[in-house]
């Protein structure tokens, strides 16, 4: 039986044949190569950007009622005539090959899916799915974000009706139709034996995941498709398990594509993670199913994610009182409203003179002091001299201060206390040692600029210029939580055989306290996969950035990876070419309702960043410094989010790892060319936190090759300053 596909292209110029529909002539291409031309009748409409238009085409497709609509439906009949009536046309793409469905039981439409007036099709096709699925519409948006921000503004819309068939909407020109079939692809046939409850193919599915062999991609059809995946360091060959994925004795169902995994999460209902269903220990991965992303892949896959989420934190600026705002990035410009100095002060302790009375002997008035509100009525005459401070204002008449060291004591006063006349000792030119008005900041000038952070100079320039608050970016809201069974707070007074206390929560709550974001600590959770679901659920309502340490690995308990798909969350990448931290996963969570209106306002669309660092302490800290400061920073509106890197020298010879190392180090200022000098901070076991002590930099190491296995002393090496 021959399955019936209908492509709806959805745009006012095809529809009035102005332009060539090339994204529905491709996306007809690709359903006949991806199920086979034999195997398939393709069917395409082409109707303008108007909801009733779409609506019954859509319907009419799927043999599903529409919600509103007036007129005719859009002709079907697979002739080259116009529908008039309703503006649909209908285009002859259709193969047969024996029976045929009585519906088409995948409706893909192209177009209308950004957010123009014109831009409708969400607005359509959403009433007549009776089971939408957010979980491709998450896949749709996340891959498509790899591509290009832009897609920041597409609004997919796939789910199932009641007729039981799958629509994906995908927007309208065809490099994006091209892309988006590509990223369904993986997930597609499933989903339609699964809505049409084939349980021969879908149990024979499940089986083979059960078994860790299931086909990647396509099954239960006549044709075939193969994929090849191939990546740069330490790649691991995909495993043909239809994306079924073990971490330690849990499993979970996701799909490959594009050196990132994304997830249909769709569970057979009778499958539970762990060591249930069939699955145990013995049967886990030998080998981490995960492709080994170098740096540079993970920094990149991570930048492209922040700048795709940035106009969601520039809409939360917040006006802050200065003494709050230490380590926050400005939103606007601030700009002095009045000069500094206000009055023309003297820069040294010493004498307001005229420059026609120096060098000589002059009569002494005064004193002006730093303060003195009534040195706006002083007046310095011909012959005589007015003793001031540092910083007071100096009288009118004055030409120049002369510094005490630059005179002599020539007569006291009757009483002995003051002076009487002093012997200038030198010449004086004019203006000499003092500030005139606006000298430091003059009146309208930008102090500071939209995307300055606010350090303590900042605050006392505010403070100089009289702005007691100003607007700042809103900080995404950092949460943390700590994975295992094994760890205890903190402050726990007497370990049990087994335990370690949590050291990696306290660490990283104080780096982002130190950074000025907003953090929120969930605690420890247990290796549950009930516990870590519950709170990462929470976390996701509540949280912009994500960060957990511990579970991200091959253990048996470790649940991260795995919950990530449940929760319908992309893992971008799964791990690092790095020591230490190669574990380290990053991941985006679709975001769950709001906790509160300004959240809701804010934009629920946006998505949630998930960084999985691993639990040994060194190599948590030094994968949060390498990945998520700099998301963080950028999300909070910092233009120059990365950290800074230097070339230093070695105080000794250092040895490659296998991989690129991230070797922690002090730094000296002694060399005579003032280059710094490099000294390791011992042995840097992932598990030894004294390797950060005191640590000052992050040397990069390439990784050993055959030719080159240490750096001598003295060789120059880039440092990442932290």
Not at 158 to 181: D, I, N, Q, Y
Not at 435 to 442: E, K, M, N, S, Y
Not at 494 to 516: C, K
Request: charged residues 20%.
């Amino acid at each position: 039986m021959a399955l019936r596909v209908c492509v709806v292209t959805v745009s006012d110029r095809c529809s009035r044949g102005e332009a060539t529909d090339t994204a529905g002539k491709a996306l007809a291409g690709l359903v006949k190569d991806h199920f086979g031309a034999e195997a398939v009748r393709v069917e395409r409409l082409c109707v303008p950007d108007e909801v009733a238009a779409i609506q019954q085409a859509v319907a009419q497709a799927a043999l599903a009622s529409p919600i509103t609509q007036e007129g005719n439906n859009p002709k079907t009949d697979n002739n080259d005539a116009s529908a008039a009536s309703d503006g649909a046309q209908s285009v002859n793409d259709t193969n047969t090959g024996g029976g045929e469905d009585a519906v088409s039981r995948l409706v893909i439409t192209a177009g209308g899916t950004g957010c123009s007036p014109r831009d409708v099709t969400p607005e359509a096709v959403a009433p007549l799915l009776t089971r939408p699925l957010p979980g491709l519409n998450h896949l749709l948006s996340t891959r498509s974000l790899e591509a290009t921000p832009m897609a920041a503004l597409s609004r997919f819309t796939c789910g199932v009706t009641s007729t039981g068939a799958l629509v994906l909407t995908f927007p309208g020109s065809e490099k994006a139709c091209r892309e988006c079939f590509t990223f369904v692809q993986p997930v597609l046939d499933h989903a339609l034996d699964s809505i049409a409850d084939h349980r021969s193919h879908t149990e024979a599915v499940h089986k083979s995941m059960q078994q860790g062999g299931a086909r990647h991609g396509h099954h239960g059809h006549t044709h075939s498709h193969t994929h090849s995946h191939t990546h740069s360091h330490h790649g691991c060959p995909h495993k043909k398990h239809g994306g079924h994925h073990k971490h330690g004795h849990h499993s979970h169902k996701h799909h490959h594509a594009h050196q990132h995994h994304a997830h249909d999460n769709q569970h057979d209902p009778n499958h539970e993670h762990g060591t249930s269903g069939g699955r145990t220990v013995a049967d886990r991965d030998r080998k981490s199913p995960w492709p080994m992303l170098k740096v540079e892949e993970a920094h990149a896959k991570i930048r492209a994610f922040g700048r795709s989420q940035l106009q969601h934190f520039k809409s939360r600026v917040e006006t802050v009182p200065i003494q709050n705002c230490l380590g926050r990035i400005l939103a606007q410009d601030v700009t002095a409203s009045e000069p500094h100095p206000r009055f023309p002060a003297s820069i040294k302790d010493g004498y307001a003179v005229c420059v026609g009375d120096c060098p000589g002997v002059v009569k002494v008035d005064g004193p002006i002091t730093a303060g003195d509100t009534t040195a706006e009525a002083s007046q310095l005459r011909r012959g005589h001299a007015i003793r001031v401070t540092t910083g007071a204002p100096v009288p009118k008449g004055t030409q120049a201060v002369i510094q005490v060291e630059d005179t002599e004591l020539v007569e006291r006063t009757e009483d002995g206390s003051e002076e009487a006349a002093i012997r200038v000792l030198t010449a004086v030119t004019q203006g000499q040692d003092i500030r005139p008005v606006g000298f430091d900041i003059a009146a309208g000038e930008v102090v500071l600029r939209a995307g300055d952070t606010i350090g303590p100079a900042e605050l006392g320039l505010l403070a100089t210029v009289g702005c007691m608050s100003v607007s700042v970016n809103a900080t995404p809201v950092v949460g943390i939580i700590s994975t295992g069974d094994e760890v205890v707070d903190a402050t726990t007074p007497s370990l049990q055989y087994g335990q370690v206390r949590d050291s990696n929560r306290t660490m990283l709550e104080a780096a982002l306290s130190r950074a000025g974001v907003s953090v929120k600590d969930f605690g420890i959770v247990k290796d549950t996969e009930t516990a870590l679901r519950s709170t990462l659920a929470t976390m996701t309502r509540e949280c912009d950035v994500i960060i957990t340490s511990g579970g991200v690995s091959m253990g048996e308990k470790d649940l991260i990876k795995g919950t990530i798909a449940d929760l319908g969350g992309a893992i971008h990448f799964g791990r690092v070419f790095m020591r230490p931290g190669k574990p380290t996963t990053f991941a985006t969570l679709p975001r769950a309702a709001a906790a509160s209106s300004d959240r809701k306002q804010d934009g629920d669309d946006h998505h949630v960043a998930f960084f999985g660092l691993p639990g040994n302490p060194v190599s948590c800290l030094v994968a949060f410094n390498l990945f998520a400061v700099p998301l963080v920073r950028l999300l909070a509106g910092d233009p120059s989010p990365d950290h800074t890197t230097v070339n230093v020298r070695t105080s000794a010879a250092l040895h490659f790892d296998a991989r690129p190392e991230f070797h922690r180090a002090t730094l000296s200022y002694t060399a005579p060319d003032g280059v710094a000098v490099a000294t390791s901070t011992g042995s840097q076991c992932s598990s030894r936190l004294l390797s950060m002590r005191s640590a000052q930099c992050l040397l990069a190491l390439p990784p050993a090759t055959d030719a080159t296995t240490v750096i001598s002393k003295g060789e120059l090496v880039p440092a990442i300053l932290l």
